[in-house]
């Protein structure tokens, strides 16, 4: 059982705006919540970090993709959604001790 | 370009061995640490195991501690994971990924991954 929640699927319209939620059910995650990345993962193919650090954006990745956080959640925005973000988005933070944690995921339907 | 190469992978009887491999080019690997991750049939990611990029040390998830054993060649630009007692519940897809826990936390890049299938 993942130490951090996720929706099974969210889903909208192009152009539209979705927000996908990352609950930490643990002390030890929630106390490194600074430390919260964001996945996207296309059928068959490799992760692909989208936001690091709670709300950073690596090079490359549009500025559609935002990241944020309050209390023990933390969020990932998708404005102006576009077909080609239809995709699996997971949700990691550090959890202590060195160990990682991921969510359980979350699919994204463009509609 | 950063890119990490996976080799390895395959099919292996319940209770046997395998080694996965993760060729790294494109960064000066000894800045990194490392790590491995996989994806199991219907489930989501699950982070297995870590490396520090040269003092030697291992970090593993609970799940594999004392089966699976991480290492890494610096000459070579290597990283390994060693895969022992497997069992039908370590079929996955294995993702070898960069590390960066220092300034901040990030698995990036990814390698393209590869699938282990623990079958009779």
């Known amino acids: 059982q993942s130490a951090l929640t996720q929706p099974r699927s969210v889903s909208g319209s192009p152009g539209q705006s979705v927000t996908i939620s990352c609950t930490g059910t643990s002390s030890e995650t929630t106390s490194y919540y600074n430390y919260v990345s964001w996945y996207q993962q296309h059928p068959g193919k490799a992760p692909k970090l989208v936001i690091y650090d709670v709300s950073k954006r690596p090079p490359g990745v549009p500025d559609r993709f935002s990241g944020s956080k309050s209390g023990t959640t933390a969020s990932l925005t998708i404005s102006g959604l576009q077909a080609e973000d239809e995709s699996e988005y997971f949700c990691c933070s550090y959890a202590g001790s060195y160990t990682w944690v991921f969510g359980g995921g979350t699919n994204l339907t463009v509609l | 370009e950063v890119q990490l190469l996976q080799s390895g992978g395959g099919l292996v009887q319940p209770g046997g061995s395998l080694r996965l491999y993760c060729a790294a080019s494109?960064?000066?690997?000894?800045?990194?640490?490392m790590s491995w991750v996989r994806r199991a049939p219907g489930k989501g990611l699950e982070w297995l195991s870590t490396i520090g990029a040269t003092d030697g040390k291992t970090y593993y998830a609970a799940s594999v501690k004392g089966r699976f054993a991480i290492s890494r060649d610096n000459s070579k630009n290597m990283l390994f994971l060693q895969l022992n007692n497997l069992r039908s519940e370590d079929t996955a897809v294995y993702f070898c990924?960069?590390?960066?826990?220092?300034?901040?936390?990030?698995?990036?890049?990814w390698g393209q991954g590869d699938l282990v299938t623990v079958s009779s």
């Open positions: 494109g960064f000066t690997f000894n800045n990194y640490a």
């Open positions: 990924a960069r590390a960066d826990y220092s300034s901040s936390d990030r698995f990036d890049p």
